[in-house]
T-cell receptor
Framework: AQTVTQSQPEMSVQEAETVTLSCTYD???????LFWYKQPPSRQMILVIR??????QNATENRFSVNFQKAAKSFSLKISDSQLGDTAMYFC???????????FGKGTRLHILP | DADVTQTPRNRITKTGKRIMLECSQT?????MYWYRQDPGLGLRLIYY???????NKGEISDGYSVSRQAQAKFSLSLESAIPNQTALYFC???????????????FGQGTRLTVV
């Protein structure tokens, strides 16, 4: 069965700094999708970035980028020039091609300090 | 209007009561999911459905049941609510990640359920 592990329950960084959130996963599949979702205090789930496993190039969305290491089954999120609005829970998620269900890690609570 | 709508947004119920959480979507997606979120445990999958006739148990289905009334509607029921079912519940939809569809889950606003 697939699993997603986020080893950092909580992190704090100063505004404008760069922060990296870790995620590892376990799967026997070769083709799959990985996601980072953000949950601000409003509790809405917002897609931050996605990565297709068959693509070697790391995904980037403005200040958000990933370091996807397929062999190591690692999928970290880097937030550059962090802003107060980045304060939120961040969830790493996996979706396989075999049964399509989406599974989540336990989350990392990120605090951006002024 | 939201693409994925959950009702109610908040609910307090008593132990032993039956309660239904409803989810409807206008995305036209085949796949629908129910998750519960607890502090420190992330989102855990309760049930998921790939079409009206295809219902699957997730990792924590005990104490829950679901009904896929139509492609656009997926309801979650607690037959006899208990206090440890107090949680934030999310409904989500997605297209199949295969083919030309972009893999992404779209979430409702969540239902805060408290069982007293």
């Amino acid at each position: 069965a697939q699993t997603v592990t986020q080893s950092q329950p909580e992190m704090s960084v100063q505004e404008a700094e760069t922060v990296t959130l870790s995620c590892t996963y376990d799967t026997s599949e070769n083709n799959y999708y990985l996601f980072w979702y953000k949950q601000p205090p409003s509790r809405q789930m917002i897609l931050v970035i996605r990565q297709e496993a068959y693509k070697q190039q790391n995904a980037t969305e403005n200040r958000f980028s990933v370091n996807f290491q397929k062999a190591a089954k690692s999928f970290s999120l880097k937030i550059s020039d962090s802003q107060l609005g980045d304060t939120a829970m961040y969830f790493c998620a996996f979706q396989g091609n075999r049964d399509d269900k989406i599974i989540f890690g336990k989350g990392t609570r990120l605090h951006i300090l002024p | 209007d939201a693409d994925v709508t959950q009702t109610p947004r908040n609910r307090i119920t008593k132990t032993g009561k039956r309660i239904m959480l409803e989810c409807s979507q206008t995305k036209g997606h085949d796949r629908m999911y129910w998750y519960r979120q607890d502090p420190g445990l992330g989102l855990r999958l309760i049930y998921y459905s790939f079409d009206v006739k295809d219902i699957n148990k997730g990792e924590i289905s005990d104490g829950y049941s679901v009904s896929r009334q139509a492609q656009a509607k997926f309801s979650l029921s607690l037959e006899s609510a208990i206090p440890n079912q107090t949680a934030l519940y999310f409904c989500a939809t997605s297209d199949s990640p295969q083919g030309h569809h972009r893999a992404e889950a779209f979430f409702g606003q969540g239902t805060r359920l408290t069982v007293v």
